[in-house]
């Protein structure tokens, strides 16, 4: 049935009747009472194609109830059968009606059934972006199912439309494949560029098609379909240019790697020839600059793997941003003064109170600093600025530096992006624009980059939000702890990386500790058995037992003395700091780490007791 509706079937059976009965109370005048059955056919097929086989069968009862009162004599009585005649021709009537009933309603559900597959069809066509098409390659004439307008700015309506759509440089290897196709009767596929007609917009299509012939084996017709593929070109173009970029980043990070190797291996070098005192000094300083390098470039790399998994936890809190950048320019001054870099600091009179994590917020202001530096070709200048503008604390950085074209701007916070990837190009692995965006954008701001003015130089300037809470004045650190204080307190260094821990070992020792050393968790054990400890640096990652377990029996066999543990390890995510606080450790410090902080560290542990 066509008619979905209960009450219009009905209605539409009804009417039927109706037109049936007056049409032949009108023609049999004329017929002379010959033929009363035929006007009851037309609308049987009508109304068992519309309205089913059950409304069909009800026209067909009430037709033969009109016909016996109308039009069989004796008229105007319900059953005027007198003769054998009648009644075979009532039974006729009623075995051929049920028959155009029933076939009437089986091509109406047969169409109702084409209709519905051609709507489905519809659906699939359009949630996949395709069209199917059949052509005639005499004619090209052909059939189309499918949104061409919708997909491919044009209708077709010849296979000639389709290949007008076709982009100019790809139509010549387009033609060439159809005819290798039709002259061998094979299937046919390629991938090709087409412009939309009615906005000239490049859409990215793969046709799959096969021919089919004659016996002679001449192609009679080609029958395809056509899908939008353009999502999937760009995505796969997407991932050529990651492709690249890694391999250019793989290369960028070998080669970082290995300059702050060199001046480290020659200053050891310099060192076992028995120098003077200067020479030392100077190569101990190479040695410290160039680690604290590669120590940088590590860190930048796991803050990347952490913004990946989206693991960076922000410690907020109400902050001056005029202090943080005060902080920040300090940090990054040796970076600047090495390229002659003037730095001028401008800031509001009032206080410029944001929600933020200081470190990460000095990190991207020193990232800042730092490419303003590498990008400068002379002795420039350096504009940072800090104000508070609309509700929003703008923070800017300008240089005088060779700038970034425009062309260059939309990319230039993507990972790995670099302005100049030559052999020219400044130190740098292209990671501390992405990853200073990301940490403004999780501090709920914005970071964007411009023309500095007069054509040359850069300005980044980034917005945070502005806070009304006033930061708690802080307190004054206490004095540092006395020299000896410091003297005699034992403490354990325990790593299996026995280089790392001796010369750990060492440091502590020359600032007054009492320090012993392990290199497994067994040897640490034995250790603090026959001398108790005040402080133990753990390494987490040992070859016998972990440092979280050794944590746990050193406490234990400590009993009531008091004693400090400090998990000095490679792993820094948060979830490993919730196991090693859990495991009773008083602090967590990632490496590398520099010295100072393991001493300041130290002090803060030991001060409760020992002052």
């Known amino acids: 049935m066509i008619l979905e509706r209960p009450w219009l079937r009905w209605l539409v059976t009804v009417l039927a009747f109706l037109t049936a009965v007056g049409t032949n109370m009108l023609l049999q005048p004329q017929l002379e009472g010959r033929a009363p059955l035929l006007p009851f056919f037309?609308?049987?097929?009508?109304?068992?194609?519309?309205?089913?086989?059950?409304?069909?069968?009800v026209l067909l009862a009430a037709s033969c109830i009109a016909i016996l009162y109308y039009w069989i004599e004796p008229i105007g009585e319900v059953w005027p059968i007198r003769r054998v005649s009648d009644l075979i021709l009532m039974a006729v009537f009623l075995a051929s009606g049920a028959l155009v009933a029933f076939v009437s309603a089986w091509v109406g559900e047969l169409m109702r059934s084409e209709r519905l597959s051609r709507r489905r069809l519809g659906m699939a066509l359009s949630a996949g972006r395709m069209v199917t098409w059949d052509w005639k390659p005499g004619s090209g004439d052909g059939s189309v199912a499918g949104g061409t307008a919708q997909f491919f700015g044009a209708s077709w309506a010849s296979m000639e439309d389709m290949l007008a759509s076709v982009h100019p440089e790809d139509l010549?290897?387009?033609?060439?494949?159809?005819?290798?196709s039709l002259l061998m009767g094979g299937p046919l596929s390629f991938t090709c560029r087409m412009l939309r007609k009615d906005n000239g917009a490049v859409v990215w299509a793969k046709t799959d098609a096969i021919v089919m012939t004659d016996p002679r084996g001449r192609a009679v017709q080609i029958s395809g379909v056509t899908v939008d593929v353009s999502d999937l070109a760009e995505a796969q173009q997407r991932l050529r240019q990651e492709g690249l970029n890694k391999d250019a980043f793989l290369a960028t990070l070998a080669h970082e790697l290995r300059n702050p190797i060199a001046p480290i291996?020659?200053?050891?070098?310099?060192?076992?020839?028995?120098?003077?005192?200067?020479?030392?000094?100077?190569?101990?300083?190479?040695?410290?600059?160039?680690?604290?390098?590669?120590?940088?470039?590590?860190?930048?790399?796991?803050?990347?793997?952490?913004?990946t998994r989206d693991a960076i936890v922000l410690q907020l809190q109400p902050l001056d941003l005029r202090e943080a950048a005060a902080q920040a320019i300090q940090s990054a001054a040796p970076a600047l003064e090495a390229r002659d870099q003037l730095v001028k600091l401008e800031t509001a009179a009032e206080p410029v109170w944001v929600e933020g994590d200081t470190t990460r917020l000095q990190q991207v202001l020193v990232n800042l600093?730092?490419?303003?530096a590498k990008y400068s070709t002379g002795p420039g200048e350096v504009s940072v600025s800090v104000a508070a503008e609309a509700g929003q604390a703008?923070?800017?950085?300008?240089?005088?530096?060779?700038?970034?074209?425009?062309?260059?701007?939309?990319?230039?916070f993507d990972m790995?992006?670099?302005?100049?990837?030559?052999?020219?190009?400044?130190a740098g692995l292209g990671i501390g624009l992405a990853l200073s965006r990301r940490l403004v954008e999780l501090h709920g701001g914005t970071i964007e980059v411009g023309d500095a003015g007069g054509g040359k130089g850069s300005r980044f300037t980034v917005r945070l939000p502005l806070t009304r809470r006033v930061a708690l004045p802080r307190q004054a650190l206490d004095a540092p702890v006395a020299s000896?204080?410091?003297?005699?307190?034992?403490?354990?260094?325990?790593?299996d990386n026995v280089d790392g821990a001796d010369m750990l070992a060492e440091a502590l020792r020359q600032a007054g500790f009492d320090v012993s050393v392990a290199y497994c968790g067994a040897d640490a054990l034995r250790a603090c058995e026959q001398s108790p400890v005040r402080a133990a640096l753990l390494d987490i990652g040992l070859p016998d037992i972990s440092g979280i377990e050794l944590a746990r029996r050193l406490r234990e066999a400590a009993?009531?003395?008091?004693?400090?543990?400090?998990?000095?390890?490679?792993?820094?995510?948060?979830?490993?700091?919730?196991?090693?606080?859990?495991?009773?450790?008083?602090?967590?410090?990632?490496?590398?780490?520099?010295?100072?902080?393991?001493?300041?560290?130290l002090l803060r542990l030991l001060r409760p007791v020992d002052l």
Not at 42 to 57: D, E, K, Y
């Open 42 to 57: 037309p609308p049987l097929v009508f109304v068992g194609l519309f309205c089913g086989a059950r409304p069909a069968l």
């Open 172 to 180: 010549d290897e387009v033609r060439r494949a159809c005819d290798a």
């Open 265 to 307: 291996r020659y200053a050891v070098a310099m060192l076992r020839h028995a120098p003077s005192a200067q020479q030392r000094d100077r190569a101990l300083d190479i040695i410290a600059r160039q680690s604290a390098h590669m120590a940088r470039l590590l860190d930048d790399l796991l803050d990347i793997g952490r913004i």
């Open 369 to 372: 600093l730092d490419n303003a």
């Open 394 to 412: 703008v923070l800017s950085v300008s240089d005088t530096g060779i700038g970034i074209a425009p062309a260059q701007r939309a990319r230039i």
């Open 416 to 426: 790995f992006t670099r302005v100049d990837a030559g052999a020219s190009a400044p």
């Open 484 to 495: 000896a204080t410091i003297q005699g307190t034992r403490v354990l260094v325990v790593d």
């Open 559 to 601: 009993g009531p003395l008091p004693l400090a543990l400090v998990a000095i390890s490679g792993w820094g995510p948060q979830p490993d700091r919730v196991d090693t606080a859990a495991a009773g450790f008083d602090a967590h410090l990632v490496k590398p780490v520099e010295y100072e902080a393991v001493e300041q560290v």
